[in-house]
């Protein structure tokens, strides 16, 4: 098992990566092109993959690669060749839900380690003692399992076998992720990565012989969304995740911006620390800006999932995030009291901005200027993806990350 639990964060495209590992990510989950489980992010070139692994790895991080789908036929006549690729790249490992797509990656990369994909199921010590017998080295729990049910697993599988975890992001509605309501529904099969999201969408109650006669179920004042679930928060209770035997603590998010990835990897990185720097304490208290960091990133109301039984999974009361920041620019360069920058939202002068950098530390400041790319004072920055510079005694990191509270309209 791993000397102490691992923070992995997800990656859907190689800037993500990149960010993950610079806000603390001890390993990154990220996808090629086919296979992956996630059709809307735009995954990784093999060039990128193979990039990739060379960054994480330079700094002591990790690499998996999902190979979670279930392939059909016609397409596992492409797996070996993604197999051998993502091996010659550089992952650590592959995350299978297929025991066919296990069979060949023992196969073609027998050097690349294996682990089972939650979409496998494993909500039992018996299958996890199955998987570890098939050559698994790690499994990703079903994500309907209370702290006791963990505890229980780990008490009874394996020891060498490693546990795997999801600590926050989105919940599915369905038993890990297995539902057919968008396949039926669009046509798009979340099984494939192609998820329309019909659980998040608000439904009416229609009468077959009255068509066009919409009827209010009446949950709330907002509408109905009977099969919304919450986002996963665990950052309050990450002590008792990692007492219930939990090797590696996962963060969904393939689809998420490399921002949200950068401030939640960051919130974990300070709330696990801060646990593993007294482990054995009487009570565990989150730091305030662990929480006040999660809540500056796009998100549902917040539950514990599970983990303290099913009656805690609750339902969000709409399909609107919690959007308090938005998410100004990030930081190419400091020198002598100037940050050079490149926008991704606009700000204005006399806004007050919020920095976080990669060592999770924050400063606010209120920039007396700002300058075009060409050196030209301006009033604010309009246009995506333009070069800037504002004044900053504090020196920054390069990638730091600017934001500001969303302004009232």
């Not at 939650?118 to 998987?131: F, K, P, R």
């Amino acid at each position: 098992m791993l000397q102490q639990p691992e923070l992995l964060s997800p990656a859907g495209s190689l800037e993500t990566l990149k960010y993950a590992v610079l806000y603390g990510a001890d390993a990154v989950y990220c996808a090629l092109p086919e296979f992956g489980m996630r059709a809307a992010p735009p995954n990784f070139t093999a060039a990128e993959l193979q990039e990739g692994c060379i960054f994480a790895h330079a700094r002591g991080r990790r690499v998996y690669l999902t190979l979670n789908t279930l392939p059909t036929n016609e397409e596992l006549a492409r797996l070996p060749a993604a197999i051998e690729q993502a091996a010659a790249a550089g992952v650590d490992a592959f995350i299978i839900a297929d025991l066919g797509v296990l069979r060949l990656a023992q196969k073609y990369a027998p050097g690349v380690d294996i682990h089972f994909s939650t979409q496998a199921g494993i909500a039992n010590y018996a299958a996890a003692a199955a998987a570890y017998e098939l050559g698994v080295k790690r499994v990703v729990l079903a994500r309907e399992l209370s702290l006791p049910d963990i505890a229980q697993i780990r008490d009874h599988a394996p020891p060498e076998l490693e546990l795997e975890a999801f600590v926050h992001g989105a919940m599915c509605m369905s038993v890990s992720g297995r539902c057919l309501l968008s396949s039926y529904m669009t046509g798009r099969s979340g099984n494939r990565g192609e998820c329309a999201q019909p659980c998040r969408w608000k439904y009416y109650l229609v009468e077959e012989r009255r068509p066009g006669q919409y009827m209010e179920i009446g949950e709330n004042q907002d509408g109905s969304y009977i099969l919304n679930a919450n986002d996963l928060c665990t950052a309050p209770f990450i002590d008792l995740v990692c007492q219930a035997g939990v090797d590696s603590l996962k963060i969904e998010g393939r689809a998420k911006t490399f921002y949200y990835v950068a401030s939640v990897t960051s919130a974990y990185r300070r709330a696990l620390d801060h646990y593993l720097a007294d482990p054995a304490a009487d009570a565990f208290e989150l730091p305030a800006d662990v929480f006040d960091e999660l809540d500056r990133t796009s998100h549902r109301h917040y539950s514990p999932g599970f983990y303290f039984g099913k009656e805690q999974a609750l339902q969000t009361p709409s399909h609107t995030y919690v959007r308090p920041w938005d998410f100004i620019g990030t930081v190419d360069s400091w020198e002598d009291g100037v940050a050079r920058c490149t926008q991704r939202g606009k700000f204005s002068l006399g806004d007050t901005l919020e920095v976080l950098q990669p060592d999770g530390t924050i400063c606010t400041l209120t920039p007396d200027w700002i300058r075009d790319a060409d050196g030209a004072a301006i009033q604010a920055t309009p246009h995506p993806m333009m070069a800037f510079s504002i004044p900053c005694e504090t020196p920054l990191m390069p990638c730091s990350l600017l934001r500001m509270p969303k302004k009232e309209n």
